[in-house]
């Protein structure tokens, strides 16, 4: 519903949200030296981001899903089904170039079958992505069975390459420079300021010019995309495909998104926020792992924050208007 | 109400041809061995499919299912190795209770603090399951935990004709679907979900109880799957924190969706729910008996679920073509 | 702006809750912890009742070596669980990490990280068949080679060698049961076995679901079966239960001709109930504790230096006795056990 003097608010409001996590991840830094005298080592730190890669460039992808007003739960069995085939493409002979525009096109198509079911059929995207969560990794799954693909062992340990001269991981280093494209699309172009105006009243963005449809096409195919590189990423740090790679991290990854202070309703959200959630995540993770805390402690605190996330935000959102009509009121 | 009877005739059709087709390939599909086999895969999957129908109806969905049952199983389980020679209906009592409070805090999430079905289902999906091994401690139930009469659930049934055995288990489950059908159809309460789902908005104006309505269905469907809980201990004989109905929403959202319930909310049926469960136990046995491989099984999850959501949209674009002719 | 400290709140919460560090390892007094070793088991995943009885091994060694010991283990089973605990093991610095291994290949790579640190790396029942360079040593359950054996002579035993016979696995790609089951092809060739006849092997994933209702499949598909092995925990328990179900088991209510006799490889808690109520005459298992046991001795032993693991090498461990490391330095943990209503009273893992 389109609110009076929107613009200036959201903008206001837009800092805040990144400063959700920001905090978050100071005390998640306290909490976790704390907790083990093992945590605070700046180079095991840094190492350890390239485990969340993968999440990082699914979450990016998500951010734009879920600030158009949509979900796309099939974001890791998209990256399992490509991170099958492009093993076996390069099992079958193909040069990596080769595969890697496969891998990218593969990732794009299958969100393109999200974005095509969401925008043309007018079905829910929680559903369509239920059901392509199944379908993809179910191919994968037909294709492999329990059994593994192994990458050649010159493409094996991306993950362990660092920046020349620097002790930045290469993943990082990648992870940095696509989200700083994702958030330069987000905001300075016009896909950008389509898909928060379709997030925001699809109608009214409609019938305002908008090609409702094609943006949220867009949007899945390039959360397909993302998924796609970073199935890639997963086959060359694990050094074998299987279809159970990543199983269950969409709970990590649209966590991330949340808790970044994108709006689960769409039309609002940034990458930053997005991205300073996932570093939370992952502190909390390394910092829980390196305490030796079980990991199904892990599973009920993610599952648990990501609740909490959305009920707090929308308390804040709650009160936040009461206050907003107050205000008005006494104008 | 006529497409709903056309869904289930049409799945109704599928069941015959998937078993013709498979007792061609291999004859002793018919025999009540595999018939058996089929009877007592569905039970399950009834009893959480009604809850997640009525979910789906409401324009929700709750894919933390499994990780209820699981959490039920293991809190019966634990309280029946605690208490030896306890009465399995106070155990089945335990279970329900404690689904129905894990159902509660989804549709008080929902409903009261607006957090989307699909998120506020995936966090407690995480959540629940992490509790599954904390209150065990990473152990799993036993077959000589579980009482004797839990085992009968199973092995015994009030009928039997020509070695096909109705299972008490399906007995239970069918019963439920008759009572969920009448709860849907002749109360008060149940008619709302059905507005609730078909235009929350009209629901709302005209006085509907909406929020207790969606708020009941998440309960009821914790419920359900807290009670599948105990039949799953009854089933396969022990509770384990990781295999406990893991993976099993998707498994349930197949079988609603193909169901004939209506994705985009408003309509479905129990009876199209409890034939779904029917047609996916006997795609599976099939698959099974004809020696198939079964790393298919998601895939055939994956196409039915999207193969449902076609047939609705496609439906949903005939009506209004139809409305504007 | 509320909301940002409820989320606070919320997140303090959840990490106040969470156990603190040192919880679950053996307390140590505070002047030695410098000089203790500490050793960490990572099973495949927590909440396998098998890995219970191996940390139980883990526990009495490292006790017995004035050891810290502690376990952390993924919550599921699959390849890639287990590389984020094995770096953060790297990071707390511990001096010896057993594993059994969810992947032979995947974690190729950060176990190596670990070597490199001057960890000793032990495999616990799962090895990384074809890439041993990258652990230490390994402790294997048992001398496989003779599960083959002792299973086809156990169900031949049974059924008095002579009948239809079935195998329940678990993965299609699982290393161990695969080189189990040819084995037990290989045995069936044998004069003696002459009579019984592998009709069919399936796979249940070791799902329960999947497993019941691949046996339920193979007692329509063979009536006259005569007997399943199923070398496999969950694929054991979960047959015994369809077989108790259907009544089919001999001397079954149901059973058709003599009935199916079952056997495998099971956990005595997980089997009990059928052992005491006929539905299963025997079947069989090793100590899975003396895996434990074995690895927490080799590797605070190897990482002292007083230990090089060498092919042929004879050891002596205390309490269990004398052990040889064989060509791909494994060894042995203990014979394969035959549990039937005799003796299972007195197992209990």
């Not at chain 2, 894919?63 to 389980?77: A, E, N, P, T």
Request: aromatic share 6%; net charge positive.
């Amino acid at each position: 519903m389109p609110r009076p003097g929107v613009r200036s608010r959201c903008g206001r409001l837009h800092k805040h949200r990144e400063l959700i996590p920001a905090v978050l991840v100071v005390v998640a830094f306290i909490v976790g030296s704390m907790q083990s005298r093992f945590f605070l080592d700046s180079r095991y730190l840094l190492d350890s981001s390239t485990l969340y890669a993968e999440a990082g460039l699914l979450a990016l992808g998500m951010t734009l899903v879920i600030i158009s007003g949509n979900i796309d739960l099939s974001v890791a069995s998209t990256l399992a089904l490509v991170a099958v085939v492009s093993a076996n493409l390069l099992d079958a002979g193909w040069g990596l170039p080769a595969v890697v525009v496969a891998a990218l096109a593969l990732g794009a198509l299958l969100g393109c079958i999200n974005g095509c079911l969401v925008a043309y059929a007018g079905i829910p995207s929680f559903m369509v992505t239920v059901g392509t969560l199944a379908l993809y990794r179910g191919v994968a799954q037909a294709m492999l069975g329990a059994e593994s693909v192994k990458m050649p062992s010159e493409l094996i340990g991306i993950d362990m390459k660092y920046v020349p001269g620097t002790v930045v991981p290469v993943s990082l280093a990648g992870l940095i420079v696509i989200a700083t494209v994702c958030g330069l699309v987000l905001n300075r172009s016009v896909l950008g300021h389509w898909v928060r105006a379709v997030g925001t009243n699809e109608k009214a963005s409609f019938y305002s010019g908008v090609p409702t449809a094609g943006v949220k096409v867009a949007v899945f195919a390039i959360a397909g995309m993302l998924a796609g590189l970073a199935a890639l990423h997963i086959d060359s740090r694990l050094g074998v495909a299987r279809f159970d790679h990543a199983r269950g991290l969409e709970v990590d990854v649209i966590t991330a998104v949340v808790l970044g202070g994108t709006s689960i309703f769409g039309g609002k959200g940034s990458v930053l926020g997005t991205m300073l959630a996932l570093l939370l995540i992952a502190l909390i993770r390394t910092g829980m792992g390196v305490a030796n805390v079980k990991a199904e402690y892990q599973l009920a605190v993610i599952g648990s924050l990501l609740v909490i996330t959305v009920v707090a935000t929308n308390l804040g959102e709650r009160l936040a208007s009461r206050g907003r009509v107050k205000m008005r009121t006494q104008k | 109400m006529k497409i709903t009877a056309l869904r289930e005739f049409g799945v109704l059709l599928l069941l015959v041809l998937v078993c013709t087709v498979a007792a061609i390939r291999e004859p002793r599909f018919l025999e009540p061995s595999s018939i058996n086999s089929i009877l007592l895969w569905a039970p399950l999957l009834i009893v959480v499919g009604i809850g997640q129908m009525m979910v789906i109806v409401t324009r929700g969905i709750d894919v933390s299912v499994g990780s209820m049952l699981g959490l039920s199983g293991m809190l019966v389980g634990i309280l029946f190795r605690s208490q030896p020679g306890l009465n399995v209906g106070l155990g089945v009592l335990a279970g329900v209770g404690v689904g129905f409070l894990l159902g509660s805090l989804n549709g008080a999430l929902i409903t009261w603090a607006k957090v989307p079905p699909i998120i506020a289902t995936l966090g407690t999906l995480s959540a629940f399951r992490g509790l599954i091994f904390i209150v065990s401690g990473g152990e799993q139930i036993d077959g000589n935990d579980l009482p004797v009469a839990l085992n009968q659930w199973t092995l015994g049934g009030p009928l039997s004709v020509g070695g096909v055995t109705i299972s008490w288990l399906l007995a239970m489950a069918l019963a439920l679907a008759g009572a969920a059908a009448w709860f849907l159809a002749k109360t008060r309460a149940g008619r709302d979900i059905y507005a609730l789902g078909s235009n929350p908005e009209a629901a709302r104006l005209r006085g509907v109880p909406v929020n207790r309505a969606q708020f009941l269905v998440y309960a009821i469907t914790g419920a359900l799957a807290g009670l599948a809980g105990v039949m799953y201990a009854s089933r396969f004989g022990f509770v384990n924190p990781a295999t406990a109905g893991q993976g099993y929403e998707l498994t349930v959202i197949a079988a609603v969706a193909i169901g004939g319930t209506k994705i985009t909310g408003g309509s479905g049926s129990i009876l199209g729910v409890v034939l779904g469960c029917f047609l996916l136990g006997a795609i599976n046995v099939a698959l099974a008996v004809l020696g198939i491989e079964a790393s298919w099984q998601l895939l055939v999850y994956g196409v039915v679920i999207l193969l449902a959501l076609l047939i609705d949209a496609a439906t949903r674009r005939t009506l209004e073509v139809r409305q504007v002719a | 702006m509320k909301a940002h400290w409820i989320g606070l709140l919320a997140l303090a919460c959840v990490f106040g809750c969470a156990p603190k560090e040192e919880a679950n390892t053996s307390p140590g007094t505070p002047s030695d912890t410098g000089k203790k070793l500490s050793v960490v088991y990572i099973p495949k995943n927590t909440g396998n009742p098998y890995f219970n009885d191996v940390n139980r091994g883990f526990e009495e060694a490292c006790k017995e070596v004035g050891a810290d010991f502690t376990t952390v283990g993924p919550a599921s089973a699959e390849a890639t669980s287990q590389i984020p605990i094995i770096k953060e093991q790297i990071q707390r610095g511990v001096d010896v990490i057993a594993i059994s291994a969810n992947s032979k290949d995947a974690l190729n790579p950060v176990l190596d990280q670990a070597k490199a640190k001057g960890i000793v790396v032990i495999t616990v029942d799962s090895d990384l068949t074809d890439n041993e360079s990258h652990r230490d040593a390994c402790t294997i359950p048992t001398d496989f080679s003779k599960i083959g054996e002792g299973q086809v002579a156990l169900l031949g035993k049974l059924i008095g060698n002579e009948g239809e016979i079935a195998i329940l696995s678990a993965t299609t790609d699982a290393t161990n049961q695969n080189a189990w089951i040819e084995k037990m092809k290989e045995e069936l060739k044998k004069p003696e076995f002459s009579k019984m006849k592998l009709v069919e092997i399936v796979y249940g994933d070791d799902e329960p679901q999947k497993s019941t209702t691949e046996c339920e499949a193979l007692l329509t598909k063979h009536p006259n079966l005569r007997g399943i092995i199923s070398p496999t925990t969950v694929g054991v328990a979960a047959a015994a239960q369809v077989l108790e179900q259907r009544g089919v088991y001999a001397g079954g209510p149901k059973a058709v001709g003599k009935g199916v006799e079952l056997t495998g490889l099971g956990t005595p808690d997980q089997m009990r109930r059928f052992v005491e109520s006929g539905v299963v005459k025997a079947f069989q298992l090793w100590a899975p504790y003396n895996e434990g046991f074995l690895a927490a001795y080799i590797g605070t032993q190897m990482k002292q230096g007083k230990l090089k693991p060498a092919a042929g090498m004879e050891i002596d461990v205390p309490k269990l006795g004398k052990r040889t490391f064989t060509e791909k330095l494994e060894l042995v943990g203990s014979p394969l056990v035959t549990f039937d209503k005799k003796n299972i009273g007195e197992y209990h893992f």
